[in-house]
């Protein structure tokens, strides 16, 4: 919390410090560089002296052309030697936000990440990040050297004449009231451009993806206009800001440049006045003239510094969430025993709308328990606390006697093989999306679990057999290819406990034998704990667990259940009913 109060440039300062030196090197090279690009300035005004005095000596005036020369190339060659340090530095400092950020999200809660938003990390890791570049790799060099010259300026011209320096300064403040208006609602107004465009991205994915459903059902009116509007919300948005910010930027722009209108008459009353001198009129006229440019350049930097501390809150979001803490050293397991005692969880941070409560249950190696119970009885919810995905509130879970709490996450992960209904695959080619249950597997492995999980037919008849591209998220296959793929990476795993979320769902009839026999070779000789809603695939399960509410209502077989759960009995009459097409 002690860091997010501090400002965005002390916050950049953090993230910086591995590559302070090369930025100190990039500052130094942009203030000289901005210092040479003040040399034309003497340059001239000492031409125009030496005229005004009737010199006509011309070498004089090349040699100072030379100097203005010189000053110019300078400025060039060493803003552009700072730039070029100062974008190496950047690019390294964003690769190692975005490691920060990846490392982050590993020791995050997997519950956490499958109920946020794919497209929400995306933004921050991709543009968010990105939009962090222009600031960081010439705020900082820039900045500071057109503040700092300026600075050098001033003090030379209130040598020459402190009234004159006052005068050449008056209109600098008169024109930052304007800024000051724009910059004192820059951040809220960032802010929410953020989340317009977030709301505008989030219609154009759900209008693209639900096109089929959209056209199937006739709601494209409806669907198009939902878009439609966020697009035109956002657009609306934009203008309405950059509207409110077009007089006082004009006001700015105008009025700052100015220092001419109170310098040349001040100027000449006091040359009339025989107090100031033609050689420091001419010279506080030019100087003057010089000090602007910077000046600006600098203020420029301030809209990328509020943009800035924006991007920091969504990335310090992320950085200082509560993760999963874990010791690195593994623990010796005596069995996998798995058992809750006294679980409770919740969803929200404080613990509150518990989705479980006071589960005691336990799962012995080798045997199959089944999950069952109505829709958001919270079925899902302990076998993904069993997997790890979150902590739980209150109680306990452990492996072999060991709270999972006490064991690294890797572990945890060997001893455990998920498949969901909605398992992803990479846009890669279907022998390495299986090759991710064992990244060491060979190729003869990854086919012969492929065969084993009843997926070798399908791919082999695909035109580039395993080395086929499946597509984002392995949109070019149906759902129960995808499934078959998952299973036979999880096989590949060879993990002791396995864990199916309706691994089946997906799966069509004249399939179901076939993923039937290759889930009982995935799970052959070890620990199953399945979700189903078909209940005639977990009749011969070890023990059935149903839940209700939150809370486990029975325990025990198949036929122990139809005689004294009264619940399990409704659920398998209406399964069979629906299943014989018997109305129930």
Known sequence: MEQLKKSPLERLGIFAKPYQNKFSISIFLSVVGVGCGIIPYFAVAEMLLNLMEGRRDFSFYIFWCGVAAVGYVSKVFLTSWSTSISHRATFKLLRDVRKK????????????????????????????????????????????????????????????????????????PAGMIFMMKIMKTYPEQYAGSIETSKKMNNAVVEYVNGIEVIKAFNQSANSY??????????????YNWMKSCQWP???????????????????????????????????????????V???????????????????????????????????????????????LHDVSFSYQLDGSEKVLKDIN????????????????SGKSTIARLIAGFWDVVSGAITIGGIDVREMPLSQLAEQIAYVSQDN??????????????????????????????????????????????????????????????????????????????????????????VIQRAVGRLVAGKTLIVIAHRLSTITNSDQIV???????????????????????????????????????
């Not at 990335?315 to 623990?331: D, F, G, Q, W």
């Open 293 to 339: 440019g910077p000046i600006l350049a600098a203020t420029g930097f301030t809209e990328g510094l509020s943009m800035t501390g924006t991007v920091l809150d969504q990335v310090e979001a992320i950085l200082n969430s509560p993760e999963l803490v874990r010791p690195k050293k593994k623990v010796q397991l005596q069995n996998l025993t798995i058992e």
């Open 101 to 172: 950020l990846i490392s982050k999200l590993s020791r995050l809660p997997m519950g956490i990440l499958l109920n946020t938003p794919s497209g929400q990390y995306k933004d921050i890791l991709v543009e968010r990040v990105e939009s962090m570049e222009t600031p960081l790799a010439h705020l900082l060099p820039e900045m500071t050297a057109n503040i700092l010259i300026p600075i050098a300026m001033i003090v030379y011209l209130f040598v020459l004449d402190w009234r004159m320096a006052l005068l050449s300064l008056v209109t600098m």
């Open 424 to 513: 992803y695959l990479f846009d890669d080619t279907i022998r390495e999306n299986i090759r991710m249950g064992h990244k060491g597997a060979t190729d003869e492995e990854v086919e012969q679990v492929a065969k084993a999980s009843g997926c070798d037919t399908f791919i082999c008849n695909l035109e580039n057999g395993y080395e086929t591209k499946v597509g984002g998220a392995g949109e070019h296959l149906s759902g129960g290819e995808r499934q078959r793929i998952a299973i036979a990476r999880a096989m590949l795993k060879n993990a002791p406990i396995v864990i199916l979320d309706e691994a089946t769902a997906y799966i069509d009839p004249e399939n179901e034998a």
């Open 546 to 584: 149903v839940v209700k509410d939150g809370r486990i209502n029975a325990i025990g077989s198949h036929e122990e259940l139809l005689d004294n759960s009264t619940l399990y009995q409704e659920m398998w009459l209406a399964y069979t009913g629906t299943r014989d097409g018997v109305e129930v």
């Open 361 to 376: 249950l336990t799962v012995n190696p080798g045997t199959v328990t089944a999950l069952v119970g109505p829709s958001g």
């Open 249 to 291: 930027t004009a006001a700015y722009t105008a009025i700052c440049p100015a220092v001419l209108l109170t310098v040349l008459p001040f100027g000449f009353l006091f040359y009339m006045s025989g107090s100031l001198s033609v050689s420091e009129f001419m010279t506080i006229i030019i100087l003057s003239l010089s000090i």
């Open 225 to 238: 206009q939902k878009y439609t509007d966020a697009v035109k919300n956002n657009a609306a948005y934009f």
